[in-house]
């Protein structure tokens, strides 16, 4: 019996694909070695690889949790072992577009929360800044170290159908992922380490100690040794694993709110030895969760009395209070026009065109075309809150038209955008799925793009959606060295 | 070592002492009566003896006892459950711990969970695994956590809760009709890995007195109590810094105390009391050991303290849930 062999038939369609050429059969240089060897590879092989795969994620409880079915369900985040690669060359632009819209959303905020420069001169409307739900006017003038109030960011970028890259959205609160970006780079230098050798791939281990030298750089106690720890709302946390794991991979404590303690406007934690002051706390819990005293009440994943210390300057959060207007999704339009107003500069990285409600002509021309565009809930996260407008039924599209009327705030629409797509292993073979980069920006003193990211696949047939909550799964990526 | 981290080590410890030690007394207890009945299906009653042992509670009303024990979800300290509680505690210092040895936890719980519930030899099954996973998690636990108080939190928690076990299983006859009584020392011994000690010291007659004084004052055998307790105070004494003889917590001293008496004493001073009530006496001095640590090292947060022993484990319980429901919300 013939053993089909893997790539056979593959088929572009009408989409970018970024492994292959439009006729479906001429390689992508960057690609060519990686499509020999999984060509080289017998479908039998490559299902036992799998399974190793797969067994080792859940062993070692690289897990996220779905509440869906109201128990919390540990799951693996399907990976994808086709490596999604990125040339060099590309990769430098790509470099360079994230550095100068970090740069230009941490202006940002700063002014805003400051001088408001750019609300006076008109260029971004007020009323969208002071109607956003993160924006938080409480916290303004407080200066921060380097004036950085987004230091570690995960922006998505997608490839539209000239394979031409745009920013999709900028997480600018508690951006997760990095740590599948890590495991997966694990998982397929263990699996495929001649491949791996042969092409030269840019090494992402850095990360955690850029994370730590990025934390230590934003201490209000920069001459001595801060002390830096992970708050993680507890175990039952979705992304815990990720906590536990860039913790453990920094050597700092994870903490939970319990575990701190704030008196004379210092924050501690608990130790078997007594209090240790503590300097910088990367929070990966939301604003309105951090302190009960203060946001919610009824919480008890924070800390009372934190907003407190940090307001008297004796404790550092990454990210800072109110970075949440920079990822409003009202907000993202006006992205280039800050990065013209602050630097001057064109941008490097598109945005995707974007219609706002709370715009007079857009919101006439959403709500007559709401059949061709994508609508976005502006504070929604996670593939949530969203509407695609072709796969929708006509009930869907018209609750949405009903929802923007009401409140057009808070909706924006974008063309449908056909993502790229990828050589993806599915049922019968490789075939090929959609999918989007998130790669991971830190900014403290200095700003540092670790060369790779988190390659997120639509493994359903056709879908748009990557998120992991909604059948979405990872690749590795791998940026290629220069000059090889 | 942040209190938090502390308790989490201290009670994944507990947990798999636990279980292994529920799963040796099952599979002891099984093992005898196979030689006492002729039949395979152990019927209810012949089980009931294990619930009160364990203070697993004494209810007529549990059909199947040996479910209940073994599997039994209902029941917070069923080995499946304290497997979970166990994987839960670990999870929680993931980062603390080896590499090694979160996944020796973790798999074990991936395991009892493949199980088939419809397997007729399932909670043979889910007792030898606890077991050896459990004699795997000791030797993990010796060869890759570092001698800081890492590794003393864990084996203050193996350490006191096998000198609790250790203590309720040789009460059994306590709980046996007289007729049983005699027969009941051989599953203790077996349950206490301490068959093959025993026969060693004393030759082949199993005797209650020379097995009782085996299991609880032997110096040198390790799931003897008085060896536990000994281990206990050195651990607490190390994680303070106090020296040996001396006290700086109210633990050090409650388990010095009971340590002196463990040490000087012999079976005589049990025919005084009777063993039923001794072993009581020594089982009050080790809840008090727990609950003193507890207030010492992990309940140092702004919020007043649970106010017993009882109240501190219903509330890690309460902080559990809360958790999980603020997690869903803030989905």
């Known amino acids: 019996m013939r053993v089909k062999p893997l790539l056979e038939n593959y088929e572009t369609e009408a989409f970018f694909d970024e492994a292959f050429e439009s006729d479906s059969s001429t390689c992508r240089p960057s690609y060519t070695e990686t499509v020999d060897f999984f060509r080289g590879l017998t479908p039998d092989r490559m299902q036992a690889s799998l399974r190793s795969l797969e067994r080792t994620f859940l062993k070692q409880g690289v897990t996220f949790t779905v509440y869906s079915d109201g128990q919390g369900t540990e799951r693996i985040f399907p990976f994808d072992p086709f490596p999604r690669i990125i040339p060099a060359d590309e990769w430098s632009h790509l470099d360079r577009g994230l550095r100068q819209r970090m740069k230009a959303l941490n202006m940002f905020l700063a002014d805003i929360y400051s001088d408001r420069r750019i609300l006076k001169e008109g260029i971004v409307p007020e009323y969208l800044v002071k109607t956003s739900k993160h924006y938080r006017a409480e916290f303004a003038g407080l200066k921060l170290p380097h004036d950085t109030y987004i230091h570690i960011c995960g922006s998505d970028l997608i490839r539209d159908a000239e394979g031409r890259y745009c920013v999709l959205e900028d997480n600018g609160r508690c951006p997760s992922g990095v740590s599948y970006m890590l495991e997966n780079r694990v998982a397929m230098k263990r699996t495929f380490p001649d491949l791996y050798r042969k092409l030269k791939v840019e090494r992402v281990s850095s990360y955690p100690g850029e994370l730590l030298k990025t934390l230590k750089s934003v201490s209000p106690r920069p001459q001595d040794e801060p002390v830096c720890v992970v708050l993680s709302p507890g175990q039952y946390n979705s992304a815990y694993f990720e906590h536990t794991f860039l913790a453990q991979q920094m050597g700092i404590e994870i903490v939970e709110g319990r575990d701190l303690t704030v008196e004379n406007e210092r924050v501690y934690m608990h130790t078997t030895r007594g209090l240790v002051q503590v300097d910088v706390i990367y929070r990966r819990i939301d604003d309105d969760f951090l302190d009960p005293h203060f946001f919610r009440a009824d919480s008890t994943l924070g800390v009372p009395d934190l907003m407190k210390a940090y307001r008297a300057g004796n404790v550092n959060l990454v990210n800072a209070i109110g970075t949440g207007v920079a990822d409003d999704k009202a907000t993202y339009a006006f992205v280039p026009d800050m990065i013209k107003f602050y630097l001057g500069e064109e941008a490097i990285l598109p945005n995707i065109e974007t219609f706002l409600g709370s715009r007079d002509d857009d919101l006439k021309y959403i709500l007559e075309n709401i059949e061709n565009l994508v609508i976005k809930a502006v504070d929604e996260a996670g593939g949530y809150g969203m509407l695609i407008g072709p796969m929708a039924s006509k009930e869907e599209c018209a609750d949405f038209r009903a929802r923007v009327k009401a409140t057009p705030r808070g909706y924006i629409a974008q063309p449908v955008i056909s993502l790229s797509r990828h050589p993806t292993f599915c049922e019968d073979g490789i075939e090929g799925r959609h999918v989007d980069l998130r790669p991971f920006i830190l900014t403290g003193e200095d700003t540092v793009v670790v060369p790779g990211g988190l390659t997120r696949v639509a493994l359903t047939k056709g879908s748009l959606v990557v998120n992991s909550s909604q059948g979405g799964g990872s690749k590795d990526t791998w940026v290629l060295r220069d000059g090889e | ?331």
């Open chain 2, 1 to 331: 070592m942040l209190s938090r981290v502390a308790e989490n080590l201290y009670w994944m410890s507990r947990y798999i002492e636990r279980a292994d030690n529920l799963s040796r007394l099952v599979i002891a207890h099984q093992n005898e009566l196979l030689d006492a009945t002729s039949s395979l299906t152990a019927s209810s009653h012949e089980w009931h003896p294990l619930l009160e042992v364990t203070s697993m509670g004494d209810e007529d009303s549990k059909e199947d006892v040996v479910t209940y024990m073994v599997s039994s979800e209902e029941n917070p300290d069923s080995i499946v459950n304290c497997v979970f509680q166990a994987r839960e505690n670990a999870r929680a210092v993931r980062d603390q711990i080896s590499e090694e040895m979160w996944i020796e936890v973790n798999s074990l719980w991936l395991d009892l969970k493949q199980i088939d519930p419809n397997d007729r030899s399932r909670h043979e099954k889910i007792c030898e695994m606890a077991t050896r996973s459990a004699l795997l998690f000791r030797g993990i636990e010796w060869s890759s956590l570092p001698r800081t108080d890492v590794l003393a939190f864990v084996q203050l928690g193996g350490y006191l809760e096998r000198a609790d076990k250790t203590s309720r299983i040789v009460d059994l006859p306590h709980f046996l009709p007289d007729q049983e009584v005699s027969s009941a020392w051989n599953t203790i011994l077996r349950a206490c890995s301490a068959t093959a000690e025993h026969r060693h010291r004393y030759g082949g007659e199993v005797d209650a007195a020379n097995a009782s004084s085996l299991l609880l004052f032997s110096a040198t055998f390790p799931r003897s109590v008085r060896y536990c307790v000994h281990k206990v105070d050195e651990l607490l004494h190390q994680i303070s810094g106090t020296k040996s003889g001396d006290y700086l917590n109210e633990a050090e001293r409650s388990t010095g105390a009971l340590l002196a008496r463990l040490n000087f004493s012999g079976v005589e001073d049990i025919g005084r009391m009777g063993l039923h009530d001794y072993v009581d006496s020594i089982q009050v001095d080790l809840n008090n050991i727990g609950w003193e640590l507890a207030q010492r090292y992990f309940l140092l947060r702004k919020e007043a303290p649970p106010a017993s022993a009882e109240a501190y484990i219903t509330s890690r319980m309460r902080a559990q849930q809360q958790q999980q429901i603020e997690e869903q919300q803030q989905q």
